[in-house]
């Protein structure tokens, strides 16, 4: 896996006292307007740990005191295990990583290119397509199948995904027992739970909060659930402005970060030193019909803001980055994927999901987008990485030898800096003349994609799961994917 874990912090769009101000409006919302909290079960653990509770109205408002404390207990560091040391994701000191992002209810068939339901065998084939793709760096479950009941959907979801990718797999869960049949899933991968549990290779991400404020308290269930495990969770809230958020950047803004830090502040009240993701989704609304946009640059722009949030505060970053609102893998998707994977990139975001496959304002993934998606990553990794600057790479020598008016063709140093990784080098973006173009077959970006991605599944072994593991996990659970 390429370059996982380069720093980007080489881009801020606020300055450091517009951070104050938006933490210090986001400390007054909790502390003037609180949280709505339908739970009297949640109303006591916040009353007894320091939160202001009517339990009238169930509003809870939370001291900025109370708030600090708490934030002092969740880790400035979460890593997120692969089943192989090699996918390993530290997430702290804005270390980026890009990866897929979750829940589209249609796909884009390979093959008859007709929108359609997506299926479990979708998730597994995603999942072994990724696995192929060295700039993916994480398997966050991409559709929603509709092919499986949904009291076996979060755990056949991540199972078919397993089949697949030796990669972290990150899904949501819609009850608190789901939770435990998926650590007990984990425990027989793994060998026993206390291994699953020392490096778990699967995370989780919880839509707990309704913005505006108001917590969802069968999410908030499940989110307890997880950090009795002490298993990496994702608090993520996704406010749209104009519609759950103030219209503007830094209403949103100021509202998302109060939303976050109530849900941090909640999951070290579960269990203290629980790893947690800070976890915005902001995005920006069409302001002729306030549908939502996830490829405008204003939600690209609010996401790069939030590792500014996040950086001030010490808990890494769930970051949003590379959807688009366009309805095929086309230029639209491209310039629109660009432009936020790479300042997001830039900024920080530690797990970057959405990065890769997404279209159609996150309704809908494509098998050819992964791949083509594959090839933005890499070059936002490449900017990432910077220019790199040494005796050897100025070549004076070289220069000098080369002397005026003549060229640098021949020369060992081009040679040797040819096949190096001075210069990323794309499967699928087309560097070639047009003749030689022409006598490929005149294919677009889309079309060579498609025959990768073709040619990436043929390659892969359809269950990365040993014979004896997967006949325990189906004689223990109601797997729906056939063997």
Sequence with gaps: MK????????????SDDEVDLIHESALKLLKKVGVKVDSDEFLEILDSNGARVNHKNGRAKLPPEVVRDYLELAPSKVTLHGRKEEYDLNLEDRKVHYGTGGAAVKILDLNSEEVRPPTLEDQARLARLVEKLENVHFFQTPVVPTDVPEEDLSLNSIYASLTGTFKNVQESVTRPEKVDEIVNMGAIIAGSREEFLARPFISFVTSWMVSPLKLDTETTKVLRRITDY??????????VTGSTAPATLSGLLAQVHAEVL?????????????????????????????AYLAGAPETGMMNVATVQLADHIDVPIYSDAGESDSKLPDTQAGAEAALNMLQVGLAGGNYIHHAAGMMESMLCVADEKFVIDNDVIGMALRVLRGIEVDEDRIGLDVIEEVGPGNNFLTQQHTVNYS???????????????????????????????????RKL????????????VDEKIRDRFNIHLPK
Aim: aromatic share 8%.
């Design 419 to 453: 096949r190096s990784e001075e210069f990323y080098k794309p499967s699928v973006v087309d560097r070639e003349d047009r003749t030689t173009w022409e006598n490929n077959g005149s294919m677009d970006t889309r079309a060579r994609a498609r025959k990768r991605a």
């Design 457 to 468: 599944l043929d390659s892969t072994k359809d269950n990365l799961l040993s014979e004896e």
């Design 230 to 239: 002490e298993l990496p969770v994702v608090l993520s809230t996704a406010p």
């Design 3 to 14: 370059y996982a874990g380069l720093v980007g912090d080489k881009f801020k769009l606020l």
């Design 262 to 290: 109530f849900g941090i502040t909640l999951a070290q009240m579960f269990s203290e030193g629980a790893p947690v993701l800070y976890g915005p989704v902001p995005a920006a609304a069409n302001m002729k019909n306030m």
